[in-house]
T-cell receptor, first 114, second 112 residues
Framework: DAKTTQPNSMESNEEEPVHLPCNHS???????IHWYRQLPSQGPEYVIH???SNVNNRMASLAIAEDRKSSTLILHRATLRDAAVYYC???????????????FGKGTKLSVKP | DSGVTQTPKHLITATGQRVTLRCSPR?????VYWYQQSLDQGLQFLIQ???????AKGNILERFSAQQFPDLHSELNLSSLELGDSALYFC???????????FGPGTRLLVL
């Protein structure tokens, strides 16, 4: 499975936008880019995923570089509740790919200051 | 609330013992996954079941086993427990083999 690289930690102020970067220079054509987050003392939570085009949902936006070697998770207005570890994960859902499981790295620990 | 339930929430046991962790997937989900989260190893995939059949295996020790029952709930059995097995065990479910995974609240296992 292709690997991802994320900063160990980031800080943000409450109600400001947050851009969480992820590098995945060895991404393959059938790799989807997934983001999950884990709040303290909770299980991981799905945030968003995409393949080539930018994606938006009620939680966040995902901006994918044209060459797909990097992506950015955007939280438009950070709240204290967004303080969590954010994981960028590649999932190969193509024929013959690993398909099922998620491979978690260390993620980015986001701190949000009031 | 993800809709995935796990019991028990906490478990304290002794080395050499055997425990069973239980997971009920979201209604309608056919796939169940088990993950282990420890301080030094992070979140690691253990095993996946789909509609009762084992689908994929990760870093699961031979002392650990799992199964998915006809009603789609799953159990993870951990035997001959060692201190290093102390960790958070998460169950996740998805509608199909590659769908979005929804995680339960986890079972915290402490082996003394």
């Amino acid at each position: 499975d292709a690997k991802t690289t994320q900063p160990n930690s980031m800080e943000s102020n409450e109600e400001e936008p947050v851009h969480l970067p992820c590098n995945h220079s060895t991404i393959s054509g059938t790799d989807y880019i997934h983001w999950y987050r884990q709040l303290p003392s909770q299980g991981p939570e799905y945030v968003i995923h995409g393949l080539t085009s930018n994606v938006n949902n009620r939680m966040a936006s995902l901006a994918i570089a044209e060459d797909r070697k990097s992506s950015t998770l955007i939280l438009h207005r950070a709240t204290l509740r967004d303080a969590a570890v954010y994981y960028c994960i590649l999932r190969d859902v193509g024929y013959g790919g690993s398909q099922g499981n998620l491979i978690f790295g260390k993620g980015t620990k986001l701190s949000v200051k009031p | 609330d993800s809709g995935v339930t796990q019991t028990p929430k906490h478990l304290i046991t002794a080395t050499g013992q055997r425990v069973t962790l239980r997971c009920s997937p979201r209604s309608g989900d056919l796939s169940v996954y088990w993950y282990q989260q420890s301080l030094d190893q992070g979140l690691q995939f253990l095993i996946q079941y789909y509609n009762g059949e084992e689908r994929a295996k990760g870093n699961i020790l031979e002392r650990f086993s799992a199964q998915q029952f006809p009603d789609l709930h799953s159990e993870l059995n951990l035997s001959s427990l060692e201190l290093g097995d102390s960790a958070l065990y998460f169950c996740a479910s998805s509608a199909n083999i590659v769908g979005t995974q929804y995680f339960g609240p986890g079972t915290r296992l402490l082996v003394l």
